[in-house]
């Protein structure tokens, strides 16, 4: 089983629709967490980074966390088809080394 | 956020020669980077913790002889894929943090390699 489960998609959305995506984890030491967004061909960009259990909000983007039921989730409001991309979870321990989900890939549809 | 550079960002090289790849912190120092290689369609697959001033770190099934990871200085690690096969053909990107607790890391743009 891996540490970190996330569904590969792909997902499909009208642009303006909410997009939601989710990541379970399986090992309790893990205290960070990370969403990156990857563009076909580029490197992993960082979009949020949460410690705590609760709500973290950057723009259109909402992270939470919910450490009781090992589940992390991203929220996209208001979908562009820029956001067109594949989004990464990914969590780590104090000081170790990120483990990451698949990646699920996201389509926004004018 | 901080910047993390990579280069080459494309390399087409032939078979049995080797390739370096350089990782570059731009604003910060880092002394621990990761090298990931990715298959298209797929995640990251960590390969090596590169370490300054000592060993690097290799994930099982790395080849330590093949990948050689060297991390010079705080800003700058290199992986060297030596004699190179048509199967080392990936993209490879390192990431690293500016340290401390939570180890937030940034990611470079990636290098594309090709090998005929």
């Known amino acids: 089983q891996k540490e970190v489960e996330q569904d590969p998609g792909p997902l499909s959305v009208p642009e303006g629709a909410i997009v939601s995506l989710n990541c379970t984890y399986s090992n309790s030491a893990f205290q960070y967490f990370m969403w990156y967004r990857q563009y076909s061909r580029k490197g992993p960009e960082l979009l949020m980074y949460t410690y705590s259990s609760g709500n973290k909000e950057d723009g259109r983007f909402t992270a939470q966390v919910d450490k009781s039921s090992k589940y992390i989730s991203l929220f996209i409001r208001d979908s562009q088809p820029s956001d067109s991309a594949t989004y990464l979870c990914?969590?780590?321990?104090?000081?170790?080394?990120?483990?990451f989900g698949a990646g699920t890939q996201v389509v926004v549809t004018p | 956020g901080a910047v993390v550079s990579q280069h080459p960002s494309w390399v087409i090289c032939k078979s049995g020669t080797s390739v370096k790849i350089e990782c570059r912190s731009l604003?910060?120092?880092?002394?621990?980077m990761f090298w990931y290689r990715q298959f298209p369609k797929q995640s990251l697959m960590l390969m090596a913790t590169?370490?300054?001033?000592?060993?690097?770190?290799?994930e099982q099934g790395v080849e330590k002889d093949k990948f050689l990871i060297n991390h010079a200085s705080l800003t700058l690690s290199t992986l060297t894929v030596t004699s190179a096969h048509p199967e080392d053909s990936s993209f490879y990107i390192c990431?690293?943090?500016?340290?401390?607790?939570?180890?937030?890391?940034?990611f470079g743009p990636g290098t594309r390699l090709t090998v005929l």
């Open positions: 990431s690293a943090g500016p340290g401390g607790q939570g180890n937030e890391q940034f």
């Open positions: 990914a969590t780590t321990d104090s000081w170790g080394k990120l483990q």
């Open positions: 604003d910060f120092q880092a002394t621990t």
């Open positions: 590169s370490n300054e001033g000592s060993k690097a770190t290799y």
